[in-house]
T-cell receptor, first 115, second 109 residues
């Protein structure tokens, strides 16, 4: 079965640079979520999109922005990178099912290292 | 989202059933119980979810108490590949996941 695709898998950037992470959801999934997982921490929700509109926002820094495109893929743009942005970034996708679920399926993640 | 409480760690013998408890005493009527697991640095993996009835799929069984204040995830025959952090999350449908401190399960040969 098709899974969530994330690219790149690994990214090394220097402080103050920019980075763009991409997420390709499972076909026919209409919702994308982004999560950040710092070293030794649990995943934390950043932002989500439903049908190309932002649906929810978590603890996402103002330096980060994201969008979902007409083909449902999503990009997370990160500017003025800081050392503390080094983390695993996961994308998850789901299909809205009314009141009965919407389980999320996660990609393999992008490991961002800021030096 | 309702807060959940899980034991920090648990050991299990290979081939035996693993029973993972979760307390969610403040769960609301429209919140589901979801279980995910994360094998070292991989993307979290969906296991199972339920509202009030017990559920079973190819990976696990979910037992929810009648008052819905607690639940148990059962891995029927644990293997070494089941070693992971297991997260119990309560949420309304189609909403973000709030990961708390899960249970680190170590399956031993």
């Amino acid at each position: 079965a098709a899974g969530v695709i994330q690219s790149p898998r690994h990214l090394i950037k220097e402080k103050r640079e920019t980075a763009t992470l991409k997420c390709y959801p499972i076909p026919r999934h209409d919702t994308v979520y982004w999560y950040q997982q710092g070293p030794g921490q649990d995943p934390q929700f950043l932002i989500s999109f439903y049908e190309k509109m932002q649906s929810d926002k978590g603890s996402i820094p103002d330096r980060f922005s994201a969008q979902q495109f007409s083909d449902y893929h999503s990009e997370l743009n990160m500017s003025s990178l800081e050392l503390g942005d080094s983390a695993l970034y996961f994308c998850a996708s789901s299909r809205v099912k009314g009141l009965a679920g919407g389980e999320q399926y996660f990609g393999p993640g992008t490991r961002l290292t800021v030096t | 989202d309702a807060k959940t409480t899980q034991p920090p760690s648990m050991d299990c013998a290979e081939g035996r059933a693993a029973n993972l408890p979760c307390n969610h005493s403040t769960i609301s009527g429209n919140e589901y119980v979801y279980w995910y697991r994360q094998i070292h640095s991989q993307g979290p993996q969906y296991i199972i979810h339920g509202l009030k009835n017990n559920e079973t799929n190819e990976m696990a069984s979910l037992i929810i108490t009648e008052d819905r204040k607690s639940s148990t995830l059962i891995l029927p025959h644990a293997t070494l590949r089941d070693t992971a952090v297991y997260y119990c999350i309560v949420r309304v449908a189609n909403y973000k996941l709030s990961f708390g401190a899960g249970t680190t399960v170590t399956v031993r040969a």
